[in-house]
């Protein structure tokens, strides 16, 4: 009975530290892969007939890898855009989009500043206007993971 108990005992602690490990592991390599994936900072004008279509494309093409999305800077250098109302309400499910408002004179001034503050070992700049500039981001994208 004594050993019984004892090797229950044993066999419940050793569960424990497998789980514990497990856990510790998966947390340390979601934090690795995240700190790892590079920026990426986009330059726009007037994008609100595509700039929806591009930030789920990019989610999905980076689900379908199963890599973290990275953090997305939308700059956008237009004053009448509607795209701030689109990137805010795709916000909530996609997290990883920030909108910074610019102008063409600011838009450089804006692009340092958030290169400064990033914090990441890469970042990706590109000015954007239309499809064929999405595929080529998303290549170099790729690249770059």
Not at 115 to 124: E, G, I, N, V, Y
């Amino acid at each position: 009975m004594f050993f019984t108990d004892l090797f229950v005992l044993l066999f419940a602690a050793y569960g424990l530290a497998i789980l514990i490990y497990q856990v510790v592991s998966r947390l340390s390599a979601v934090r690795t892969e995240r700190s790892w994936s590079p920026a990426a900072i986009v330059i726009v004008d007037e994008a609100q007939g595509w700039i929806e279509w591009f930030v789920r494309k990019l989610s999905l093409h980076r689900l379908l890898q199963g890599k973290d999305a990275g953090d997305l800077f939308i700059v956008d250098q237009s004053l009448t855009s509607e795209t701030y109302q689109i990137v805010s309400r795709l916000q909530s499910t996609h997290p990883f989009v920030t909108y910074i408002a610019s102008s063409e004179s600011r838009g450089i001034a804006d692009v340092l500043a958030l290169l400064d503050t990033t914090r990441r070992s890469q970042a990706l700049v590109a000015a954007m206007k239309d499809e064929r500039d999405i595929h080529r981001f998303l290549k170099t994208w790729e690249q770059l993971q």
